[in-house]
């Protein structure tokens, strides 16, 4: 087929578009990487891989150690910055985030575990008196001191109906439906109770711990 002509009888050049040298870009999930530090290989471990796999997290990966690391928060610490330092990450070569979840109690390292956790960047959890505050915050919007765990540990199995055993959360079910109650609850307690008070050992009660579920409820969507 010869050039076309246009009406005036012209031959007109007939050009071809150019094709894009461009490359597309690859289109891929990038899955983000979470470690979370535990001090205990039980209660919050457990809670934090249940709450992991109730929201089907394919796209996030947590990582959760407790028993390797020993209970003392400057402990937890120590072997998150290791991790980090090392870039162990199945998934990437570092995380995304690093959660170091910690009791107040009677730990002496404590100021030392807050200070070497700013030095690395990394995201220090403490609950006073213990993890299991976050539980009863699930339940009611409770601001008392708790001097023992005893008396904590008492509050909490009368709300879940059942003697409650530090051994994990076979209880997960029941606590589960009540999660965004349970971090209102927490920044309440933590703006009306403690917002002048910069002494996580004076915050008796209160907890971060929703700042690790908000997390990974937010990357997982």
């Known amino acids: 087929m010869g050039p076309r ?3 005036k009888g012209k031959r007109s050049k007939f050009t071809p578009k150019a094709r894009s040298l461009t490359r597309r870009p690859a289109s891929r999930t990038v899955r983000k990487s979470i470690l979370i530090v535990c001090e205990d290989s039980k209660a919050s471990c457990d809670y934090f891989e249940k709450f992991r796999k109730e929201l089907n997290l394919s796209s996030v ?3 959760v150690c407790g028993e390797e690391c020993g209970s003392a928060p400057i402990s937890v610490v120590d072997f998150a910055k ?3 330092q090392s870039q162990t990450s199945t998934i990437r070569d570092d995380y995304d985030e690093i959660f170091c979840v910690v009791d107040v109690d009677d730990h002496a390292t404590l100021n030392d575990a807050i200070q070497t956790a700013r030095d690395n960047d ?3 959890i403490i609950s006073n ?3 299991e505050y976050w539980y009863i915050l ?5 601001g008392k001191a708790y001097i023992r765990r005893p008396k904590l540990f008492h509050d909490l ?6 003697r409650y055993e530090k051994s994990g959360c076979d209880f997960f079910d029941i606590i589960y439906p009540l999660t965004d109650t349970a971090i209102g609850h927490s920044k309440e307690i ?3 109770h403690w917002q002048y008070e910069p002494d996580p050992c004076k915050r008796n009660p209160s907890t971060h711990v929703h700042r690790v579920i908000e997390s990974i409820k937010n990357i997982a969507t």
Do not use: Y
């Open 122 to 124: 990394l995201d220090l």
């Open 61 to 63: 990966h947590v990582e």
């Open 138 to 142: 699930h339940f009611e919007r409770t």
């Open 5 to 7: 002509s246009n009406k």
């Open 157 to 162: 199995s009368q709300h879940l109906g059942q």
């Open 82 to 84: 290791q991790k980090k």
């Open 129 to 131: 008196p213990c993890f």
């Open 190 to 192: 933590l703006s009306s």
